[in-house]
T-cell receptor, first 111, second 115 residues
């Protein structure tokens, strides 16, 4: 089976940097996705990694280490609107194409 | 460009009834995925449709079923509703053929409450 772990909750201060970690154990890795989900809303796509290294997109960056089964999402210059759940999802090589999601990390940004 | 749309927004049913949820993908997307998000749990994969065919299903009982229409919209049917079926049901669409970077885009969801 697939196992994806993330911290349940995190709190950070406006203007700061926060790193949300995700570890996974899957059979046949084929990419890792990060989504942001505000309460009561749809998940929105943030980033995708399939090769080791860092992908940067404005204030958000995502890192992947396939050998360690580890990824993190880095959020810089935190804003109040960044308060949301951040979902880590893995796609596997079974041809099934669906994503396996962690339970999400609820980030609260405080003034 | 319009995003993924779902209807209804909310649905209240009683135990034993049937629920039908609908999804329209982004224009040009042929794949539709259904996920269940129960309170406190991560998104759980339900079904994947592509080009009108069911391609894969998650670990859910057969009373969860669906179909995809020629215009690529999709329907999720849940029969013999149980209290634990209460959840947010999310639909996502993607465009196959974009290779390893194929990304799923989600709709706003249907919140199903079973009483």
């Amino acid at each position: 089976g697939q196992n994806i772990d993330q911290p349940t909750e995190m709190t950070a201060t406006e203007g700061a940097i926060v790193q949300i970690n995700c570890t996974y154990q899957t059979s046949g890795f084929n990419g890792l996705f990060w989504y942001q989900q505000h309460a009561g809303e749809a998940p929105t796509f943030l980033s995708y990694n399939v090769l080791d290294g860092l992908e940067e997109k404005g204030r958000f960056s995502s890192f992947l280490s396939r050998s360690k089964g580890y990824s993190y999402l880095l959020l810089k210059e935190l804003q109040m609107k960044d308060s949301a759940s951040y979902l880590c999802a893995v796609r596997v090589l079974t041809g099934a194409n669906n994503l396996f999601f962690g339970t999400g990390t609820r980030l609260t940004v405080i003034p | 460009e319009a995003g993924v749309t779902q209807s209804p927004t909310h649905l209240i049913k009683t135990r034993g009834q049937q629920a039908t949820l609908r999804c329209s993908p982004i224009s040009g997307h042929t794949s539709v995925y259904w996920y269940q998000q129960a309170l406190g749990l991560g998104l759980q994969f339900l079904l994947w449709y592509d080009e009108g065919e069911e391609r894969n299903r998650g670990n859910f009982p057969p009373r969860f079923s669906g179909r995809q229409f020629p215009n690529y919209s999709s329907e999720l049917n849940v029969n013999a509703l149980e209290l634990e079926d209460s959840a947010l049901y999310l639909c996502a669409s993607s465009s196959p053929g974009t290779g390893a970077r194929e990304t799923q885009y989600f709709g706003p969801g249907t919140r199903l409450l079973v009483l």
